[in-house]
């Protein structure tokens, strides 16, 4: 299957915006159970969860999965998804959307090939940009995915609105961009990761012509992307997950909560959850820059 073929014109900024927040979505709705045992694992032997005879233990992501499924039903694996959708539509519009362009105003003019400071630069941009407007949905997303997790069951939101609503009213607006710096780091690394090396690989077996410029292609670039996401962003991925769900006081900031870690768990604790997040962002990656080539090709023709 190769999907359809690169048009002549080439998509707009705003054609490249909506395909990418859209492609987010279906990755979202392929792979969210994933990203759920990922949270689970990752915040699992936090200290403030007592370990207890009759306490939750999730074992490999399979064991997670069925663990959750058995104890909190099938629903339990899509807990937070409508903070996930929301999340992507406003976060991967931006840090994917809108990296083509930025990268092109960061490229010097007569410039004949874009180098790879400007993709890396590009990346951390639209990274940041995404983080700094979608990061209340990330922080509800987060809670949600975790809430069975947790020992103290007095958290719980009736709905994503509600969540808002009570982050706000117990926390302060502060606390709905809880975490934005480590998010902001984690994303720098994910889009250098992710996007520059999809860009990377995309041209290289386009400029080398082992590849045409259709679906196989698309999905050997995007899962070499994902591979390389995870190994350098895991890190501040589970920091982040941890401090996002953290109990206000919990810790004084970022750093106070990857210190603790590290005296608990040790740097093995760093890579909590490695294997769903790279099977998520894996599965994620492929699903979503396969979508988002072939939604913008279909817009083009469409117009």
């Not at 410039?111 to 630069?121: P, V, Y």
């Amino acid at each position: 299957m190769v999907g359809l073929k690169p048009p002549e014109v080439p998509p707009t900024a705003a054609m490249k915006f909506v395909s990418a927040g859209m492609a987010g979505c279906i990755a979202d709705l392929c792979t969210f159970p994933l990203d759920t045992a990922k949270v689970r694992l990752q915040i699992q032997g936090e200290v403030r969860i007592p370990r207890t005879i009759s306490s939750v233990e999730y074992r490999g992501v399979l064991g997670t999965l069925s663990t959750m499924v058995r104890t909190e039903g099938a629903r339990s694996l899509y807990r937070g998804l409508a903070a996930g959708l929301q999340r992507q539509m406003s976060f991967a519009s931006i840090r994917i959307g809108l990296y083509d362009s930025v990268k092109q105003l960061y490229t010097p003019k007569g410039a004949e090939n874009t180098g790879m400071s400007t993709r890396l630069l590009a990346g951390c941009t639209t990274g940041a940009v995404a983080v700094a407007c979608a990061q209340p949905t990330d922080v509800v997303k987060v809670r949600f995915q975790a809430s069975r997790a947790l020992s103290d069951s007095a958290r719980q939101y009736s709905s994503t609105v509600d969540a808002y609503r009570t982050i706000a009213r117990e926390e302060g607006i502060r606390g709905l961009w809880r975490g934005t710096l480590p998010n902001i780091a984690r994303n720098a690394i994910i889009n250098c990761g992710e996007l520059v090396t999809y860009d990377l690989l995309k041209d290289a077996l386009l400029r080398t012509q082992l590849m045409a410029d259709n679906i196989p292609c698309h999905f050997v670039a995007a899962f070499g992307a994902g591979f390389c996401a995870t190994v350098v962003a895991s890190p501040v991925d589970v920091v982040k997950t941890r401090y996002m769900n953290a109990s206000p006081g919990q810790y004084r900031n970022a750093l106070s909560c990857l210190l603790a870690l590290l005296m608990q768990d040790g740097p093995a604790g760093l890579y909590k959850g490695f294997v769903p997040s790279f099977l998520r962002l894996g599965s994620w990656n492929v699903v979503m820059f396969v979508s988002y080539e072939q939604l913008q090709r279909a817009m083009v023709l469409a117009r």
